[in-house]
């Protein structure tokens, strides 16, 4: 399973995974013939779970948003309504080359995302969560739903080009600046979004993250709701 912005511990994951397998991988649902994948080679290719959900097959990637939601043990955080998805990244600040990111990567063999939120949480006496969303998307669905937006993967693809030389000439901070200078761009705290003109649609999100340089194309949750296959509360 892939974090967005990582889990904190190993704890939370297994607990995170467990709510998973008995909530929502579940008949009544419709899945069947669920299986994690245990194949370190293929896991890390993308495919975290295999299943048919009312007779179609899945090779599923599992995708978690578990640094974001309400804390109700301190009253603290707030509720995710995007999800980002790996256009490209880098090993570390020094890495000028990097590597595609898991979604334009080719070589991967997922053919859909399991998306999930966690709105609510408490961390005391030990983390867990209370109230959780989940969007099951296929990839071609979302690839589609980008177009309409102009947002192919070859443009996102050139745009990724471009950003990534802006950012080996001047360095991440230098790009930013120079960016948001010109007006081109909107700063949000350490991030550069690359917005269009309807700021309800998917946009691009260029920021570093521990010494790692990313860059995303965020998706609203309502559009992956409205594309899933199916979607609700675990």
Known sequence: MSYQYYSKDHAQEQEFGKVLDNALYVASRGFSGVARNTDIETQKLGIDIYFYLNHSYFKCDEKAATSYGVDTSTGKGRVLQTFSFELFT???????????????????????????????????????????????????????ELNKYDLTVAKMKDKCDRIKQCWADNGYRAYREDSVRRGHLTRFHDKILLRDADDNGPYLSASTTKGQFHINVVVPRQILNRISVLSGKV
């Open 90 to 144: 880098t090993h570390s600040e020094n890495d000028h080359v990097g590597k595609d990111g898991w979604f334009l990567n080719p070589d991967n063999l997922s053919d859909s995302y399991m998306v999930t939120w966690i709105d609510k949480f408490h961390s005391i006496p030990k983390w867990e969560p209370e109230l959780v969303y989940f969007a099951l998307i296929r990839k071609d669905s979302l690839l589609r």
